[in-house]
Every structure is written in C-alpha cells, then in structure tokens.
C-alpha cells in the first residue's frame, strides 16, 4: 500500500484501557476489518502510551480516536493527530475516524476531529437524557448498537484504505482540473470551514470564485456574482445559525441573494436541457446546513425550512446536513458525475426503484402483512438480512440504503435507541455511498409515535399503523413515490 506500513494507528488515551476496553475495541475492529480485506490488518498501537515519531505516523493509513474526556485531556492523544495532520501534508480526508467512547462537548474536541461523524460507543437513557458508556459489548441491547457502530468503523477503514491503495492526490486533481466552483460567500460563524472547502477545491486543481471582492454598490454586486454563477459548473452554499447582514436595497441577506441567482441559473439550464439554447454545460448545487446550527432568528429558520422544501424540487440541487467531511466527499462524487457518466453510475441510477422497508426481528409477524401490502401496490421491496453474520447483515442493510427510492421504518415492539439508529442510517446514506440524498422517508409506527424538531427537519413522515390495518396516509405515501 504505497509507503505505508500500517493500516491503522489506534490513538487513545491510557486511562481508557485501565479496564481493556480499547483492547477489546482493537481485537473487534481487527476482525470486522479483516473479514472485508481478506487479510489481518496491521494496526499500531502503545499500551505504554509511548509517542510514535512523525516518520512513524507518515507510515499509517487511518488513524481511529477513540474521544473521551480523558482523551481531550490527554496532551499526547492531541499531539498524535497534529503529527499525523502535518505528516500527511494535511490530506488526511476520510483518513481520521471518531469513536466517541463517552460523550464530550462540540468546543472541547480537536478542531481536526470536531466536524467528523460520530460513531457512538455509549448509550443513552430515553428517561433522564443520562450518557452511559458500554461496558458489556454483547448484552441484547448493547450488542446492537455496538456491532451497528463497529461495522460502519470497519467499512469506512476499508474504504479509505482502498483510496490509498488504488488513488494519488494527482490523479483526482487531474480529473478535476478545470471545473469552475461557485463558493457562495457565507456568514461569519462558517468562514473557517468555509476556508477548508475553498483550500480543497483549489488542491484538486478547482477554479473558485468568487476570486475578488464584491462591491458595495448592489447593482454591481448582483452582476458580477450573476456572471460568477453563470460561468460555474457547481455552487456551493454554506448554511451556518445567521441569516446575515441584509442589504438595504432589497431587504434579503447576501446569503439569500446569491441562493436566489444560483435558483434562478439553473431553473436556465434545465429549462433549456437538450433545446437549441442548450449550452451543454452541467450546473449542481450543493447547499450544506452545518449539522450543530442553532438558528439564530426567525427569519433564518424560515430561510433554511424554505430552502429544504425547494432543494427537492430543483433538478441538479441538494441539500445536506452532514459532517464537514462528508461535504467534501459529496462535492467531489458531484463534480466526478459531471465529468463521467459512466455505464456504472447509469446503471445505479436505475437499479434505485425499491422501497426499503426496515424493521426487526422481533416485528416479522407484523411487517409480513405491510410487506405484502407494498408488494401488491407493485413495488419491489428490499428487506434487511437476518443472518448470523453480523457483517453480511450490516452490509446488505447499506446496499439496500444505496440502491432504494425510498425507505419506511417500521417500529412496533422496537425501543427508540433502535429507531434513533435506523433515523440516523437514512441521513448517513450518502455517506455510504448513495448517489443523491434518501427524499422519501416515512416512520410506520403502531404506538403514538410523536415526531421531534428532527424528524420534522429531515422531512420524515409519521404514519400510524394498528390492528393490521393499512391507513390511507401509507397509500398516499407510496403514490408520492416517483
């Protein structure tokens, strides 16, 4: 693998292992990992809590924290990730990933690690809202939710192993050069990530603009960011909890503005898709709400509700919610279908015609006849896979992720750990893979499931479900389906 001489470095603090818990963590990991690379994995570790040399860390592929308090705390576990950062040139995308052992506050974490997704190693009490961390890894209840989280470890290692194994930084470069990004000015609570998008986009040989400074003349403004968008072949829209300075000519932020051109260019384009005024240049836009957003007036709730409900209908738009890594992995998958329409990713695109109906075991009797009801309404429906192998089981649930129009959870004797998991697995399913965001999303519950602002937010539908009888809100549901 290049010159690399281990595929991970376990970076954890002491005082987390007085128990030998991270050993055990080590041991599993080692054979999830191993399972999918049909070999042992090499992994670096100190019992000893030595340091390892910079040269050393230039050597590691993934470098997996486990954070805890006593992780944050612990001024050897912050220097590794600097070492492995600067070692690494600073390209260490989808090369670092965050185990939370137990739960530790957004400001205390490493800026490195801070916007990463979370795999989650403690529980949660539904009553008191307390953290708990998992000191039995095979209880009924803990062995789902550690095996969920261990699996998705082992194949975001695999993954990430695989780009280093088959890809160089100079090749995604080359096949970038020459793209045009819009990179929308944004507020100032997302400068700083707003920064590490544009260093990224410019790494990969990217043009970004804007490439000067906006005059304060309103007129001039909107011209010269209409031509910028205009002469894109993807925008970017950063969405932080300000809804920024209005401008006083017309009473909308510059936040609002450029979203409201950028809508406007690419209804253009779709407009004149495959018509003589067809220019046959691609346009996308990727609009990312910071997952941590705490919306700080009325009017950038509105904004944010508005724009999720007209991402959807917009050809060529998405809207995600994810970690800041996760967005850079979206912007380049957007800007590679721009450049290659591949069989491969046409043939993905049509195979995403089931309805992914996700429920338990110990639901089966009750989603038999759900099941039967989908089928009938002449819709292929893709199910989870109950084997013994844990492995096999977590990776058809993700292809079924990838490849679905849409997906219902069922949620009969299930506890809402489960649920909350499964939510979680619909958002994450870009990350897996997916070519665009899940749209249709629905919650089948016979309880009186009351949604939250997070189910609301992410658009996912409450439908009950009791006695065995279908109600008119899952027919209508699956008629929304196109």
């Known amino acids: 693998m290049n010159n690399l001489n281990f595929d991970i470095y376990l970076n954890y603090s002491n005082k987390d292992n007085e128990d030998g818990w991270v050993s055990s963590l080590q041991k599993m990991i080692q054979e999830a990992l191993g399972q999918l690379m049909g070999e042992k994995p090499v992994i670096l570790h100190y019992p000893?809590?030595?340091k390892p040399t910079a040269s050393t860390l230039a050597q590691v592929g993934v470098m997996i924290c486990v954070v805890s308090p006593n992780?944050?705390?612990?001024?050897?576990?912050?220097?590794?990730?600097?070492?492995?950062?600067?070692?690494n040139e600073g390209i260490v995308a989808k090369r670092i990933i965050k185990i939370v052992k137990y739960p530790v506050t957004y400001d205390e974490q490493p800026t490195a690690v801070k916007d990463l997704l979370a795999y989650n190693l403690y529980t949660i009490n539904i009553q008191n809202g307390e953290f708990s961390e998992i000191k039995e890894f095979f209880g009924r209840e803990n062995e789902k939710i550690f095996w969920t989280q261990l699996l998705d470890i082992a194949q975001e290692t695999y993954k990430a192993l695989n780009v280093l194994r088959n890809k160089t930084l100079q090749q995604i470069a080359a096949h970038f050069k020459g793209k045009t990004v819009f990179?929308?000015?944004?507020t100032d609570d997302l400068l700083i990530e707003r920064n590490l998008i544009k260093r990224e986009l410019e790494k990969f040989g990217c043009v970004v603009i804007p490439d000067k400074n906006l005059p304060s003349n309103r007129i001039e403004m909107q011209s010269l960011l209409k031509k910028d968008i205009e002469r894109s072949d993807l925008a970017i829209h950063l969405i932080g909890n300000s809804y920024g300075e209005i401008l006083e000519e017309n009473g909308i932020s510059l936040l609002e503005l450029q979203n409201s051109l950028a809508t406007e260019h690419g209804n253009i384009v779709a407009a004149t898709k495959n018509s003589i005024y067809d220019e046959k240049r691609g346009f996308s836009r990727i609009i990312w709400v910071a997952p941590y957003a705490k919306f700080?007036?009325?009017r950038q709730k509105v904004f944010v509700d508005n724009l999720r409900q007209n991402a959807e209908a917009l050809e060529g738009a998405e809207i995600l919610q994810v970690p800041l890594e996760d967005l850079k992995q979206a912007i380049r998958r957007v800007l590679n279908e721009q450049e290659v329409q591949s069989i491969e990713v046409v043939a993905h695109a049509t195979s995403q015609e089931g309805v992914y109906f996700i429920y338990d075991p110990m639901d089966a009797d009750s989603a038999k006849n759900v099941i039967e009801y989908l089928k009938n309404s002449n819709y292929k429906v893709l199910t989870?896979?109950?084997?013994?192998?844990l492995l096999e089981a977590r990776k058809k649930h993700i292809d079924n992720l990838v490849n679905c129009k849409a997906?219902?959870?069922f949620c009969g004797k299930v506890s809402k750990q489960w649920i909350a998991m499964k939510l979680l697995d619909l958002l994450k399913a870009p990350g897996f893979g997916r070519q665009k965001p899940l749209k249709y999303k629905a919650i089948l519950t016979g309880s009186l499931f009351q949604p939250d602002d997070f189910v609301r937010n992410n658009q996912i539908q409450v439908i009950q479900f009791q006695d065995g009888v279908i109600y008119p809100e899952l027919n209508e549901f699956i008629h929304t389906i196109v």
């Open 384 to 389: 989870p896979a109950f084997e013994n192998n």
């Open 71 to 87: 992780f944050i705390k612990d001024i050897n576990c912050i220097e590794d990730i600097q070492a492995f950062v600067e070692a």
């Open 48 to 50: 000893n809590q030595e």
């Open 296 to 298: 700080n007036s009325e």
């Open 407 to 409: 997906a219902i959870i």
């Open 183 to 186: 990179l929308a000015e944004t």
